[in-house]
């Protein structure tokens, strides 16, 4: 016999799970419980009991793991951005390699010895660009709670300040809430423009300025052994990596559904004097075809930086049919990743050379990560241009 709701338990923890949920067992049950760290001992409520496992939310905690931290936050535990906040910045960078060890492995079929270490963040709080705050009528105080939607429910937590974001949107946060929307159900994007950048409203950029120069390194040094001469940087967004790894390569080209980015990305090479290349608006699985009928795959490098949901299936089955002399693939979603360098790397087509994870998320679940991938099975007859 399992739980049942409403049970109190008192559970040790021995992992975190990706996503941030502590991982106990009841009697061979498993149980979730957020907020915790590996070793401790709770007290927890039952919330939610199903098949396999359970949910639990937090009572106390009664033997506290060394790495507790007293969170910076106020909001934390109520607003649902952070889950690490409790923890030890050098303790969570330990959590999220063995995390990415463990989808690598068990997802990707992948050898852990890959993962290198987590690529730490100068700035672990104050660090974001970018955040979303929306707005909810709130019945019970009679007017709109701004801020962010909550852990436990989708409703929205009132905040006046994110201790992750940068001091600016802070600013701008406290403006808002001066001059607040007109009604709930609303969202305002508030974010700090890169400097030398032309990045359109709803266009996507990194968001975490003090990392990126490293993200930059990772994926210069992986291009620059791979020997590729050309490269096709698909969902390249404002034309980020194309421009910065351009100077590598005789040539690129740029792929974006976003018409908008695609504009600024022309823009940004331009005021860069990146000449070598260019940018193409379309859908990348439709431009991909074309884009590497027109390179040389044993002398082409094809960087992919797709949505959290991955890439698509006829992409994958394309590029193990061309071969790429080297692939790059960044993802903010490990999950997806390791799912999709499985199906790359199936029947020894192409092979990890590594993964290097890069917390661009400190005090979240979240983590970047940059997979070189180098084609060990090149089609027969194929020769470098």
């Known amino acids: 016999m399992g739980p049942i709701v409403g049970d109190r338990l008192t559970l040790t923890v021995s992992d975190i799970a990706f996503g941030g949920e502590g991982v106990a067992r009841q009697d061979d049950f498993v149980c979730f419980v957020p907020w915790v760290a590996v070793g401790e001992v709770v007290e927890a409520e039952v919330t939610e009991v199903k098949k396999q496992f359970a949910r639990a939310k937090l009572l106390r905690v009664l033997q506290p793991s060394p790495d507790r931290v007293i ?12 889950q690490y906040q409790h923890v030890a910045y050098s303790a969570q960078l330990q959590l999220k390699h063995k995390q990415v060890r463990d989808l690598f492995q068990r997802i990707g079929g992948l050898d852990p010895a890959a993962i290198r270490s987590v690529v730490p963040c100068p700035m672990p709080y104050a660090y974001r660009n970018r955040i979303m705050i929306r707005s909810q009528w709130d019945k019970f105080k009679q007017g709109l709670n701004i801020g962010f939607i909550r852990a436990a429910d989708r409703l929205v937590e009132d905040v006046e300040r994110c201790e992750i974001a940068e001091p600016t949107l802070n600013d701008q946060i406290t403006e808002v809430r001066a001059h607040p929307p007109p009604k709930g159900g609303l969202k305002v994007v508030l974010r700090i423009t890169p400097e030398g950048w032309e990045v ?41 990596f194309s421009i910065e790894l351009g100077d590598l390569v005789e040539s690129f080209v740029g792929v ?23 940018f193409i608006a379309g859908k990348a699985e439709e431009q991909l075809p074309m884009i590497l009928a027109k390179l040389s795959p044993g002398a082409t490098c094809v960087l992919l930086d797709p949505p959290r949901k991955g890439c698509r299936p006829e992409m994958l089955d394309l590029l193990r049919q061309v071969r790429p002399r080297q692939l790059i693939y960044v993802s903010c979603q490990p999950a997806t990743m390791a799912r999709d360098l499985n199906v790359l ?3 020894d087509v192409f ?35």
Do not use: W
């Open 345 to 347: 790397c199936h029947d």
């Open 71 to 82: 969170p910076l936050c106020r909001y934390f535990g109520k607003c649902g951005g952070c």
């Open 256 to 278: 974006e559904y976003d018409r908008l980015a695609i504009k600024a990305a022309r823009r940004n090479a331009e005021a860069r004097g990146r000449s070598n290349g260019e």
């Open 200 to 240: 359109p409203p709803d266009s996507f950029f990194q968001n975490n300025f003090f990392l990126l120069p490293k993200l930059v390194e990772v994926t210069r040094e992986c291009l620059r052994q791979s020997g590729a001469r050309h490269l096709a940087d698909i969902y390249c967004g404002v034309g980020f």
């Open 351 to 385: 092979k990890v050379a590594q993964v290097v994870p890069l917390d661009m998320f400190p005090q979240t679940a979240h983590v970047e990560c940059v997979a070189d991938l180098r084609c060990i099975q090149a089609p027969p007859g194929q020769l470098e241009k």
